[in-house]
């Protein structure tokens, strides 16, 4: 057997020793809560008595007690009279909101004590779906005086006059249904409230704007809270951003009782309670030439948040903003957002952000054009492709949308192209067997979030503050015995971020990778930035152009003490070792630099500084805050092309995929088994989503999708026979240090669209709701 | 009472056991408001989930003499503690009842196949339950026993609705036996996704001399709240005019059905009806054709044992005395009977075992209990006392990584590293004692655990690349 592959998560994997939010040693006299939540998709509070709970032996807290402890609503991103606290005040408006707590010694018995809380609920009419929010009968948020929490309507280049001159127009409608993507581990926290300050241990996504929302609901300063996240975390997908509204309970129960409080999800909770993404109705409109050329693209959103407006939503319309012409020429689009509430689940950051349900409809959209225009949907794309990136800014030439994107240059062309062989050998199969299906998706995948865009939530006229934040903190040091150690104010949630980071630190250091330690959790009793965290792909473009910055300025300390040590004034360096250029066998490595300057600074000259820590803060340079309804969304943009090939069975009316082609350019790569990984699990997320998983919901707002049985979570066996290949290209971004491109995202933005277009080719219509389920095959195939 | 989603974890119950059938009635009657607990894969997530509240569980499974399978007269005997795994790749039963074999095959995954029985199965009597259509079409019976009593009940007359039977609440199955009368057969199957029961499941069996049919039965399960029995409609028949007019004689057959179709959210009634009528279509065909697809599984001699070493179980007041060895070590401690094994383990410092979700399907806390694999939220801690339970750590030699671990991390066959575990100890007891060379077909019928994170290619990989480290190991 071969040496193990240099893969540091993946050993603490396969040994089991890895730490999760569920491992932390709990302090002594943790209590452990149970939280009671609303039968009732939308009810008035009359009563809550929690006598029977002390009465067995328990510890509980209403929303009397709750209030006091969390005075304040959490800040919104929209502009709206709506007030979102972590627990029902008056009126419960999802089923599964939290209305009290429950606190024992024993997991069992918390959630045995839920049997003695006694809510007296008067039940209301719920909304449930978008067009009775928008009918208004029933009010949500009564200071609202509508269920609509935002409406913008924007348009960008002439897009009446291209519309109205255009000889082809299509028009589609589309659904996107609500769903999470999961992660195995659910949410949890231990919250320990001690003299003042309040310590916090959870697996969050980064301390990013959770630690501003969980002090603004308690209102205790940032300087006295503390929050951590254990080493690892049993994956994310956005989905654990949406955690601070029970951080926030969970401190208040710690706050209340003068305990330690621990809480861990169910499964059941997650499907009910956590978060998730949003159902989306949309109608896109294209406006082209008889040959097929794109002119102009119309989009009209209906966004269901669920009960609230939870920050950082509506983000999930804006987070596509700069790339809404995807990878085509276009230089007319109007985009008109609606964003609605209803009695269900509030929303959150959800994998791929706002990509999977905009390139849908796009991406199904432009092949419905091509198939009633008669041309090749491959030759469509390819015509329309962007080819010219004549913007300069520093070294690099980007294509600037008409949105206010900033696109890198890359040859869009040859990494579409890739897919075509593949895709003309089955469409020679399809001919053979019409149950095959042959369907593409070409999409611009966009990473490293401009925390920005959430400002177009809002009229620019009433906007307060300019947003631009999308920059990591990386601080590198060395200590006595020559370790390197680097530590990221972020969260290893599965992506080999500690892995990558030693490789590319050690590589910039020209050191083992051995050496160098790395450390990738949050600890904001350490420096940290508001956009720190694990999100939107962010981690090769910004946090790796971070660490690079720093080895590099660590280099440059290294160099001058070496100069010193050595006594010249020229100092070469190779394999750790700095030499004098005068006489190469004069040498000195970091490790005896490193303890140089600990046991003896006081031997340095004067004005050398004898610090072996650097902290870099690297902001990306094309990210700053919008101008109007202009705004470069995301720190970059990567082209991507997908090739789906199904198989449809007769008889059940079910899909297989036989095969999935990716072709793409995200840059340098900096390990490919990371990048590959990223793309099988977009993949399988993308399927997921566009064939198994739907949060359902019943006419009185019942979470139906209680179990994993009913959510339909592929499994292994799913798996079994499906082949994958990716294509890499491999255009390094030179604006970007680490010149990576995010790619965990991409791969589920541009499933859903393949997929329904190889489904289209093989019953001669696009199926416009998801998820694919048999029986709506059935009924298509039917007529 | 609230609506409950903190769940999970089972309310309280007191635990006993029964080493003898004898000893088992006895409870029954005794304990008049006790549920037997047999391979408790249906029971245990109704449990967690507190869809349903006992007072008692009686674990019968360490009732040795209700495990056996053998052929003798004219039956094919088999005890109703036989497990899922064992009706799966028993020998005798492949020969003798193919069909049963593949509806085993078909259940939930590897894990729930090791503990669960084809008693517990009938006995509880779910409508989308694999067994049912394939014992009707075999013509099966059971042997129903209660106290000083003994009857033979058809498997058509067993099943009286949804979770009901024909069992009085002090008898148990004790033995299912199929008449060795040569059908032959075919067993369709429709699950969708990652459902954990299937939406159709159709059977049909027959007879012919010189080509004529002699005798036919089809089943239709999963479909309606009672799987559905045709009795010799194709009587009479050629065995190639069954696939010409098969159109036809589906049309008929489903006429014939006063039923009103299950609907779930999988499923809606008309489309699984229109299924059922598709892989009738494609059996009967099938059949006239002699292109019956049967599935090419692994078998073996004999079948698994239960050793129950602990005799009684000691109640220390409300809580019970619980010995588990965990990878070599005897472990003691006092528990509720309620505990849970995966609890009981992580509260003991093996937190390599996950939890991650309520109703027993995810597999991460996946752990081989006598060196077999099985969900340890499925296993009261009480029942695996005297048992042995092995974790990762158990099968690694100190800091020398097991084949398997070296396959994963050389296959990069984890993320998070939350599911990692599971699916190492599932696949350590699917190439040990299910199919060493992880063929595709084994697989996907073995390992349904679930990995949110790698898209599963590359654990599928990993798989295939242990399968080879342990086969060259052993020659």
Redesign the interface.
Known sequence: ??K??H?R??????????E?I??IPTPPGTLYM??????YAHARILKVDLTGVFEHGGIAYGPNELSKVIPNPFPLAVDAPIKYYPFARDKARF??EPIAIVLADD??K???L??Y?Q?DLEPLKPVLTIDDALKGDVIIHEELKSNIAMHRHMKFGPVDSVFSESPIVIKREFYYQKHN??????YGVLAHYVNGVLNIWANAQGPLLITYFVSRALGIPTGNLRLFSPR????S?GSKYSLYPYITLAAAASILSGRPVKW?E????HL??SNSGGARKGVVEIAATRDGVIRGLRFKFYEDVGAYPRPPDPGVLFRVHGNMNGAYDVRAIEVEDYVVVTNKLPTGLNRAYGGPPFYFMLEVAVNELARELGIDPLELRLKNLIREFPKKIGDEYFYETVTGGLYPRQDYERVVKAIEPEYRRWLEERRKNPYIGVGIAVIVEPSGTNLGYTDLAIEPSKRKYPHSGAGSYVTISVDMSGYVKVFVNGTN????HETTLAEVVAAELGVDPSIVIVENRVDTTRTWALSDGSYSSRFAPIVVSAAILAARQLKEKLTRLAMAMLGTEKVGYENGQFYDVNNPSRRIDIRRIAASVNWDPGSLPEGVDASLSVTVFYQPPTVKAAEGDRINSSATYAIQAHLAVIELD?????IRVKKYVISHDSGRILKR??V??QL??????GLALT??EEL?YDEQGNP???????????????????E?EFIHFETPAKFLISGAHGVGEGAMMGVPAAIVNALASIIGKAITELPLR??KI?KALEG | ?????????P??FNYLKASSLDEALRLLREYGDAKVLAGGMSLMPMLK?RMTEVKYLIDILGIDELRYVKSDGNYLRIGALVSHNDVAMNKLINEKAKILSEAAWHIA?VQVRNLGTIGGSLAHADPAANYYPALLALDAEVVVRGIGTERVVKVSDLYKGPYVTDLRPDELITEVRIPLSGFEGVYEF?R??????PS?IVAVTYQERDGVITSSRIAIGAVYPEPVLIRDNLVGMGVKEVGAKAVEIVNSVFSSIDAKPLED????G??RV??AK??L??SLTSISTGSIHKLKTPVREGISEWRDTEGKVEYVGDLVRVRINVNGQWIEDLV?P??LLL?FL?KHGF??V??????G??G?CTVLLDGKAVKSCMVPAVRASGHYVT???GL?KGIE?H?I??A???E?A????????G??MVTYDYLTNIDPTAD?ET???S??????????????KAIKRASK?LSSANT
């Open positions: 057997m071969s193990l592959p893969y998560e993946g050993l603490r994997a396969v040994t089991g020793s890895g999760y569920d491992d149970a939280i009671y939540r609303s039968p089923v599964g997991p069992y918390a959630v045995d839920l049997d809380v809510v993507a999961m992660p195995l581990e659910t690892d975390i049993g994956g997908f861990v169910s499964r059941t909770e009910v309670g949630e599965g992506l080999g007769p008889n059940t009316y079910d088994e990371f590959d990984g099988m699990g977009g993949l399988m997320h064939l198994y359902m139906i999708t209680t179990s994993l049985d009913i959510y339909e979570s592929p499994t292994l066996a799913e798996a079994v026979g499906m994958v048999p029986y059935m | 009472m609230g609506m409950a989603y903190a769940l999970g974890r309310r309280k989930l995954d429709f969708r996704g990652g459902a954990s029961f159709v959210t999988h499923a809606p008309d489309y229109r299924v598709n892989l279509v494609k509720e309620r505990m609890d992580r937190v390599e996950k939890r991650g979700c309520d109703e399907k995810c991460a974790t990762i750590r690694s990584l084949p671990q070296k994963f991390i050389e990069f984890m993320q998070c590293g939350f599911c990692t575990h699916f190492m595709d697989l996907k019928l390992i349904k655990n679930i990995c949110r994170c790698t898209g599963y290619i590359n654990i599928i480290y």
